[in-house]
């Protein structure tokens, strides 16, 4: 199976500042499509994840512009311009390449 | 609106068996491919399974930790996914959640149920 290891474990933030979190798989994501399958989601205390991006680097639906995700084969960064205080919760990577898909451990994000 | 209800959790004995349903309703179920992740308590996210849709070839694929033990079913007539769980074990303990998306190459939206809160234990 792939190993995802992201880090930190914990990320402090403070409002309006920037945050990086980073994902590494033990084997390369990069299809032959030109796709990178590797996606990242966000569970806020008490609720269900969701899905921040997909394939990479791609927003999902209604997720706002301050999200990027960025990397390749297999090493990924999910980063948040201006970090807001919706944004806590654990984030986790999940590889959709081949099954099973596996999840990193997550990052948590708190504000300091 | 898409709506993922599961049902069927609660507790069990090591060895036991229990039955989850995700009902799906606001898409197209014959279409879509059904996941199903679990959480234990105070741990990250485990991929439990997959089935493809019935128009995909309706296959599915298993987590290591369930392989052989858990099997994934869906029924279209009902909208509806179904996971069944034998021989459970201590650490099967958790909330499993459904799920499914709805994605293109550049568009991307993801639905996922409540949970259903599964304990195993003596």
């Known amino acids: 199976d792939i190993v995802m290891t992201q880090s930190p474990l914990s990320l402090p933030v403070t409002p309006g500042e920037p945050a990086s979190m980073s994902c590494r798989s033990s084997?390369?994501?990069?299809?032959?499509?030109?796709?990178?399958?590797l996606d990242w989601y966000l569970q806020r205390p008490g609720q269900s994840p969701q899905l921040v991006i997909f394939l990479g680097s791609h927003r999902a639906s209604g997720v706002p512009d301050r999200f990027s995700g960025s990397g390749s084969v297999t090493n990924f960064t999910l980063e948040i311009s201006k970090v807001e205080a919706d944004d806590v919760g654990i984030y986790y990577c999940?590889?959709?390449?081949?099954?099973?898909?596996?999840f990193g451990g997550g990052t948590k994000v708190e504000i300091k | 609106e898409v709506i993922l209800v599961e049902s069927g959790g609660g507790l069990a004995k090591p060895g036991g068996s229990l039955r989850l349903s995700c009902e799906a309703s606001g898409f197209n179920f014959n279409n879509a491919w059904m996941t199903w992740v679990r959480q234990a308590p105070g741990k990250g996210l485990e991929w439990v399974g997959r089935i493809k849709s019935k128009t995909d070839g309706g296959t599915t694929d298993y987590g290591r930790a369930v392989e052989g033990r858990f099997t994934i079913s869906s029924d279209e007539s009902k909208s509806s996914v179904y996971l069944q769980m034998n021989d459970l074990k201590i650490d099967d303990t958790g909330i499993y959640y459904c799920?499914?998306?709805?994605?293109?190459?550049?568009?991307?939206?993801?639905?996922w149920g409540q949970g259903a809160l599964v304990a195993v234990s003596s």
């Open positions: 799920t499914t998306d709805d994605c293109t190459d550049v568009s991307c939206h993801d639905h």
């Open positions: 084997k390369s994501l990069l299809d032959s499509n030109g796709h990178n399958y």
């Open positions: 999940m590889q959709g390449l081949q099954t099973p898909h596996t």
